[in-house]
């Protein structure tokens, strides 16, 4: 049984992919090719926005929309403890400090209702993240932010692309959206790449610039950028996996279904979806009080099963400098003690979801 199976969903566009990929072989644009505008226009006609700009990673999306804000020494941006490194790397290697906010026991997403007691004079930005395929709720994290001097919120939607937020696309719900197209992800490709997406005309022109060492036009640079672009031949993946995308999140959400139904007598706490959200599962993650047992069992069926961000951020080394310590965060600690993700893709079939749930179920 595959925890994420790349290889099904390669067989069904193996052809699309082929032509995809000769097209820049022969055009050969590997940077900047066609393949990239088309795509970013794919992607905002699909989020609902005005614009969409490729980048060389989810990483490097989060780097690039600080920079555009103006993001450096001496300023705060607020996200979770519970995430990929990446979201409060990015704040901590811009010179600025991140600031913690505990999740949310039913979404184990940034709790709004915490947010506002963290704000400061140096506050600025806000990071919610889409954690394991669905939002934050971004209504009350964007009106706490209005209220507070209109501070930017960025939304790293790097696994909840796909989802929506009160009938809105994730990316489309705050000032700037990011994804990640790195391969495991709900839309990924086979490399590195990902995108951000925004409705202001201004940010989205300087995190163009930002992306491709701050040029505005062939040499010339008013301002400081990296090298940020998304490859011509990723490109050409994402749009070759594009195609199947729709289906892919429905499929997912019906296997999370097929979870719920069948798990009804575990002692896990399953995934809770929170109000107006629609998940993509990028992960179905369950809690157990016993954990390590639990995986062993899986395990011993020889069932994948994986847990993510078992030493959150603020426990981290590299952040021991923020003077955090055990019990900072009682609920970002709790999940990272018990979460554990079962198998979760398009193609996992009836059968292999009832095996899932027999070791689930069995010896308890
Ligand atoms: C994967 C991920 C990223 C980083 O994306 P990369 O493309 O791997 O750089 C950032 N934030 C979150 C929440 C992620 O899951």
């Not at 790195?182 to 300087?206: H, I, M, V």
């Not at 930002?210 to 490859?231: E, T, W």
């Amino acid at each position: 049984m595959e925890f994420i199976d790349l290889k099904s969903q390669q067989a069904l566009i193996r052809e699309t992919l082929d032509k995809r990929i000769a097209a820049v072989l022969d055009h050969g644009k590997f940077i900047l090719g066609p393949e990239v505008r088309e795509l970013e226009e794919r992607l905002q006609e699909y989020v609902g926005v005005k614009h969409c700009i490729g980048a060389s990673s989810g990483t490097d999306t989060l780097l690039i929309a600080m920079m555009a804000l103006g993001i450096g020494p001496g300023d705060e941006v607020i996200t979770v403890p519970y995430t990929w490194i990446s979201t409060a790397e990015m704040i901590a290697l811009l010179g600025a400090t991140p600031v913690f906010v505990d999740i949310d026991p039913l979404t184990w997403n940034l709790d709004a209702s915490l947010l506002e007691a963290a704000l400061t004079e140096k506050t600025k930005a806000i990071m919610p993240v889409g954690i394991y395929g669905q939002t934050a709720d971004m209504t009350a994290i964007n009106e706490i932010a209005a209220r507070n001097g209109n501070l930017p919120v960025l939304e790293d939607a790097a696994q909840s692309f796909g989802a929506t937020h009160h009938g809105k696309k994730s990316c489309a719900l705050s000032g700037i959206g990011s994804t990640s197209f790195f391969p495991s992800k709900p839309l990924g490709g086979y490399g590195d790449g990902g995108a951000l997406f925004t409705d202001d005309d201004d940010l989205a022109e300087r995190m163009r610039w930002i992306g491709v060492h701050g040029q505005a036009k062939k040499h010339y640079h008013p301002i400081l950028g990296l090298n940020g672009r998304l490859d011509t031949l990723q490109a050409a993946v994402v749009l070759a996996k594009l195609e199947l995308f729709d289906a892919e999140v429905i499929q997912r959400q019906k296997v999370a279904e097929t979870y719920a139904s069948q798990l009804g007598e575990t002692e896990a706490t399953l995934p809770m979806i929170g109000p107006g959200n629609t998940s993509v599962y990028a992960q179905y993650t369950v809690l157990s009080e016993d954990r390590d047992a639990l995986q062993a069992r899986l395990s011993k069926a020889a069932i994948p099963s994986v847990s993510y961000y078992a030493v959150p951020l603020h426990l981290q080394p590299v952040f021991a400098n923020l003077g955090h310590v055990q019990g900072d965060f009682p609920v970002t600690e709790r999940v990272a003690d018990q979460c554990l993700s079962l198998p979760m893709n398009p193609y996992l079939s009836d059968d292999e979801i009832s095996q899932v749930c027999a070791a689930m179920l069995g010896a308890r």
